[in-house]
């Protein structure tokens, strides 16, 4: 089985202005890496219920994050010419865009959703799963490194789930 890279994004919130706050990468060896983002002075949109869920204020974004281009830098280095798959490519390609647009950097991966690589005995699988490791984990959720590690794992349980199940209809 070729474990695939996944990608998570945290941003300042749900819908229209929300920017990327942390980028987190769960790579095909098992390693993570976490990228706080230092908001753009462009980027105004915060939501007070998005740093509930994410635990990440704006003070500590300032204190602790990495310029958009700096951390657009660090994933092409990171991530060039492969394929990284996110559970929530809609709006992580949109804040992925934006952050690559903020850097003046051209993305040199692509991004693409996760329900491409799943069969469909993966999908039927895929929530519950991925619930139930989150619930062994505290219910830790919404911080980018954790969470993208968090589906890789999903994505390796359920493929051996799933061909566990294929290995008994035969």
């Not at 990495?66 to 804040?95: C, F, H, K, M």
């Not at 890789?152 to 359920?158: L, P, S, W």
Request: glycine residues 8%.
């Amino acid at each position: 089985m070729r474990v695939p890279a996944i990608l998570d994004i945290e941003a300042s919130g749900f819908g229209k202005g929300s920017y990327p706050i942390e980028v987190g990468v769960a790579l095909p060896d098992g390693s993570v890496s976490s990228f706080l983002i230092k908001p753009h002075p462009d980027w105004t949109h915060w939501s007070q219920d998005a740093e509930a869920l994410h635990g990440i204020s704006q003070e500590y974004l300032h204190a602790h994050g990495a310029t958009p281009r700096e951390v657009a830098e660090r994933l092409n280095i990171l991530l060039e010419g492969q394929t990284v798959y996110s559970d929530g490519w809609g709006v992580d390609s949109s804040w992925l865009s934006l952050l690559f647009y903020y850097a003046g950097w051209r993305q040199a991966f692509q991004l693409d959703t996760i329900t491409r690589i799943l069969s469909e005995e993966q999908l039927v699988l895929w929530d519950s799963t991925r619930d139930t490791l989150f619930k062994g984990h505290d219910g830790r959720r919404h911080r980018a490194g954790h969470d993208a590690k968090m589906l890789q794992e999903t994505y390796i349980q359920t493929h051996e789930m799933a061909r566990r199940q294929q290995l008994q209809g035969r």
